[in-house]
Antibody, heavy 121, light 107 residues
Framework: EVQVLESGGGLVQPGGSLRLSCAAS????????MVWVRQAPGKGLEWVSA????????YYADSVKGRFTVSRDNSKNTLYLQLDSLRAEDTATYYC??????????????WGQGTLVTVSS | DIQLTQSPSFLSASVGDRVTITCRAS??????LAWHQQKPGKAPKVLIY???TLQSGVPSRFSGSGSGTEFTLTISSLQPEDFATYYC?????????FGPGTKVDIK
């Protein structure tokens, strides 16, 4: 069974930075696009970012554009999300998901269990 | 951006009931719609994609239909493990968007 495991969450001060990692135990990681989705406490799901299988096409929600950077290392089956200039409103559980091939006009095949990011002084 | 609305936002039902949740898109998205289930404190799980394709391992009591701007998720006979929040999601274009969710609670 495919496992998707996020790590790197924690408490950070406003204006600070954090890097999240997402490791996927799947043979087809290098041919799958990946996404990040977040969920603020008690709120709904918000798509954050997507990255193509080769890492050459990245997409961001307007709310994080210019502050977050998505990347991947296919040799390590790992996706990353660099969070900079963090704000209180970025407090959320961050989920990683593997798409079934491309994400666009396709689907999220597997979700990770999430990692909590808390932005507070 | 494509907006998704869901109705109802809250639903109280009994075990064995047939349940239908509706999702409407602000513009046509063909069949590029998925449904996700989320239980408290847990990660979401995809139930249906491409509007009507059941994800592997999902019970057949779940079904989806629709295309264009109107979609439905139906649970034919509600089971105790189905009490959760359900989200629709469009994957027709970036930014991907989710509906606000429908919470299904025990009557």
């Amino acid at each position: 069974e495919v496992q998707v495991l996020e790590s790197g969450g924690g408490l950070v001060q406003p204006g600070g930075s954090l890097r999240l990692s997402c490791a996927a135990s799947t043979l087809d990681f290098s041919s799958s696009s990946m996404v990040w989705v977040r969920q603020a406490p008690g709120k709904g799901l918000e798509w954050v970012s997507a990255l193509s299988s080769r890492g050459d096409d990245a997409y961001y929600a307007d709310s994080v554009k210019g502050r977050f950077t998505v990347s991947r290392d296919n040799s390590k089956n790992t996706l990353y999300l660099q969070l900079d200039s963090l704000r209180a409103e970025d407090t959320a559980t961050y989920y990683c998901a593997k798409c079934g091939g491309n994400c666009l006009r396709n689907y999220f095949e597997y979700w990770g269990q999430g990692t909590l990011v808390t932005v507070s002084s | 951006d494509i907006q998704l609305t869901q109705s109802p936002s809250f639903l109280s039902a009994s075990v064995g009931d047939r349940v239908t949740i509706t999702c409407r898109a602000s513009q046509g998205i063909s069949s590029y719609l998925a449904w996700h289930q989320q239980k408290p404190g847990k990660a979401p799980k995809v139930l249906i994609y491409a509007a009507s394709t059941l994800q592997s391992g999902v019970p057949s009591r779940f079904s989806g239909s629709g295309s264009g701007t109107e979609f439905t998720l139906t649970i034919s006979s509600l089971q105790p493990e189905d009490f959760a929040t359900y989200y629709c999601q469009q994957l027709n274009s970036y930014p991907f968007t989710f509906g606000p969710g429908t919470k299904v609670d025990i009557k």
